[in-house]
């Protein structure tokens, strides 16, 4: 263990956190909004005073690596840290008085889950709105490094499988060093930002509601800065470029560069991505199919809220444009059924993920022909690579972590006085980053009635679902803090 | 394939099933039925001249062994078979006239699930009620036989676990041939019920319903002979009877054996049992603790209560004592969560099992040992013996499966206009083999309401999660059915 170097790479971060508050104070003094404008202050001059001199006064050491076990404590310190401290202008500045309400809504912004326990975000000041949706994009490109560049390094939960497994170009090892990797993951970030946010504005946005609705899509995250969400703009364009980039966003930023870089070829055989844009347009089919005639007269409309909605539940966005819920129940059946799904790898999206669950499906497909020839040798191939055994035990434990998780997350909600659905859908909703769930947590309502023991465990398990099971729950093992 | 091989052991299997029918005809007789009386004779007759001229035509043919798929198929067979001669008797004398139905409730009962289509037993003639019960006391029995000395030699979901690994006397071997343990089993069987029918008779049964309850008990089944269930008979003696049995049932038979025939000691290493009664007891307490003060106002009455309900959803049985969608969410929650836990191999109950779950968490706890130190080895260990990575592999297969298998089942009723809590657990009550749900399918209600194409859907999850979802998935591969 190396607590100097965790405390100066935490230092580091919260650094440029700070500097990045520095954008939502500037909406506050451009907008007049005094209040805000001291509270991002208060909280930027001593945070980056103090991380400032942490990171300097560490500064001459020789390099250090981090260890196996330095990195689950970094990563999960990191977005404990950021959402504590960009809790603080909430708190500060009245628009989210109580801690545990503060801090659910900052890690539910940087886990990008998108679940909220506002009830009236129309009358939030523009630069605290800013600030909830900036959270989703740091959040978001955040996740995206750790997932193609540093959760690899830590072997979580199969994520190793693809730079160890793919033939020719290796996904995950886009280039050989970790910043390089960064850099580019990030220009291919902004890039989708500055893409998305111009179709939005061409589309009728002003600039504030297409950045921030780009910021919420992009990072699969769901926070809007309307009560009624991206229904509030009704508008046809601004759907269809929303649930374009929800999906874009769900796929491997890695399989984007290579796009980007002329390499189409190499994408042909990426079974991760295919599956993913085909669970998309089978349910969205199946969900259209079940609304025509019963909540929408015309198959148009049907189709369109349909793509919307299966997109922002598979990617695990949350954006909502209809109450789903009031929606036949099969259609309500498809979107429960891609709450176990999730996004791809290496995106911003959360859940389960598709790779594992097309390991686990021909697994349990392998596992039939063991059975009918049991002398046979058999060997599951992903992307026309064998995937090896330890991989696959990895990818079923941790499926299996993340049933009982959901179930004990159900548990402690269904406590608090739940009725099944919700408090099912509520643990799918925080677990898998997506935000609405079914029940009392419905697009039309949000987590505010939680008492908070239950918000507070919800904030748990939406660290724990962001960060890919293991990273977290490790941390809590004595095995860990126990010496060899 | 042995076709011919399969068909007379299924005419043998038909002509038991007939024998079997003569006990509810000598009811009829007996209780001037005459009606019901002339159904089973205008079935038995029939089946047994059939079965009969089957098993003595084929009968001079050289010693013929089973294949591991003939062994596949005829396990499948033999349940659907038997559900479908069963059948008969309720459709011909008009107590069930829909085959849907009847086929619905025979599978139900000889899968020991306990999901009824009857809105009224109390009105069904005895002999009807005598059959629909023993349904369950064959499928128990069957299952057992199934479970310890067929499905190991199939290799089935991890199945084989327990005689690959043991150390000392083999679990599933209790006797090296498969008819001398199916004759023990018998045996133990048999005690058992007279067992507790005589015990239910001194807490004040009348014979019919002693030996009724006490077929729905053993079998981990369910169905009772009246409307209010258990709950009927309002006593606390009775529940203690069936609560300890209905755990004794739920208890691998293999133990049940040594510890008659005084091998105690061996007994004292069997995590599965010890795991199984563990989560009785912590469920017990946590719901009674849940119900105390808010639905019953002693704690003795709060223990009883949620001692039965916790059994008997543990257990898979699925008798109720009291309507638990009254009773606070938090009870409701632990109940929901014992419908993912299901009892031991090896004995009569359902579900995905204890001894799987324990493996499962082993494994990912070895796991995070795994990513603390990656250059270590660990072993998993049940019963102080290893178990074999393939048999993890097996099991997480199974487990995915099962998921699957339930989300898939869940849209299925949901399609048919129903809501997520009922399609849910509708679909955890069949395929666990467990009986009731929640929503529409509570302790209260029953399943005559679903439409034909979900009966029949149902009753394949029912026999699906009877044989282990292998043994009958593998059957709609084409893979099984390609010569090799």
Redesign the interface.
Known sequence: MNPVLIVKTLSFLMLIISGFMLIPAAIALACGETRELISFIVVILPLSALSGWFVLSFRKRKTEAFS??DG?IFVTASWLAASVAGSLPFIISGAIPSFPDAFFETVSGFSTTGASILTDVDCLPRSMLFWRSFTHWLGGMGIVVLAVAVLPL????GLQLINAESPGPTVDRITPRIADTAKILWIIYIGFTVAQTALLMIAGMDLFDALTHTFGTLATGGFSTKNAGVGHYDSAAIEIIITVFMLLASISFSLHYRALTGRLRSLAGETEAKVFLLIFIISTMAVALSVYGESYPSFGESLRHAAFQAASILTTTGFATADFEQW???A???L??LM?IGGSSGSTAGGIKVFRIVI??K????????????RGIFTLKVNNGVVR?DL???V??????Y??ML?CT??V???S?????T???TALATLGNIGPG??EVGPTNNYAFFPDYVKWFLSFAMLVGRLEL?TV??IL?P??WRR?
């Open positions: 196996t076990r689950f830590l072997g979580i939960g036949p129940f099969f309500q059946g498809v429960f059924l176990f686990l499906l697994q349990a497909f392998i596992e039939m022909l063991f059975l009918i020839h049991p055994k696959v035990y990895s079923a434990g941790f499926f299996f972590l049933i009982f179930l159900s548990l909600v269904a406590s006085g739940y009725d099944l659905t408090s099912l859908t079914f029940g293991y729950l490790i093992t095995e860990f060899r």
